[in-house]
């Protein structure tokens, strides 16, 4: 009987010890992708939209950012209720497709030092989503468009997201 026991504490032991190195695991290929993204879109907002200056900070334009990115995880690195998800991609939905631009304006300052003016109202979120309609999806040239109050980003058309791998 206490070899039993040895044998499930160490199985359960040695479970639980994978299953968070799979968490800690994708949560760092997701950071790699945030990284890598928010270093793009910087970039591509110095090089695109006149009026930003030398800090990137957009001079009176509201910045909203349509869409969301998943990262690319592969079957070791699934995303559990914490870890593995995007800022990219956290409260992006169909019904309100910038949801996520709080987030990505966070990691954009977080990661980049760059501080964009995300406090768009609903009126702005409806326009950027039509907007978007015509626009081509991130990183793709004509997927930055600025109107005169305004900066659209389009990292996804807008559709539902796929369905999560909870596990």
């Not at 032991?13 to 993204?37: F, K, P, W």
């Not at 879109?41 to 349509?66: N, S, W």
Request: hydrophobic content about 40%; proline content about 4%.
């Amino acid at each position: 009987m206490g070899n039993v026991v040895i044998l499930l504490v160490i199985a359960v032991t040695g479970g639980q010890v994978c299953y968070n190195i799979r968490m800690h695991s994708a949560d760092q290929v997701r950071y790699e992708q945030d990284a890598l993204l928010a270093d793009q879109i910087t970039d591509a907002l110095k090089r695109e939209i006149p009026g930003v200056d030398a800090e990137g900070d957009p001079v009176d334009k509201k910045v909203v950012f349509i869409g969301y990115r998943q990262p690319q995880l592969n079957s070791l690195n699934r995303r559990t209720e914490m870890y593995g998800w995007s800022f990219f991609e956290w409260d992006y939905t169909r019904e309100h497709p910038a949801g996520a631009t709080h987030r990505i304006a966070g990691i954009l300052e977080a990661h980049n030092g760059v501080h964009l003016d995300d406090g768009y109202s609903e009126e702005m979120e409806y326009k950027a989503a039509a907007l978007s309609e015509d626009m081509t999806v991130f990183p793709a040239e004509g997927s930055i468009v600025e109107e005169k109050d305004l900066v659209v980003v389009k990292l996804s058309e807008i559709t539902e997201r796929p369905a999560v791998d909870w596990w």
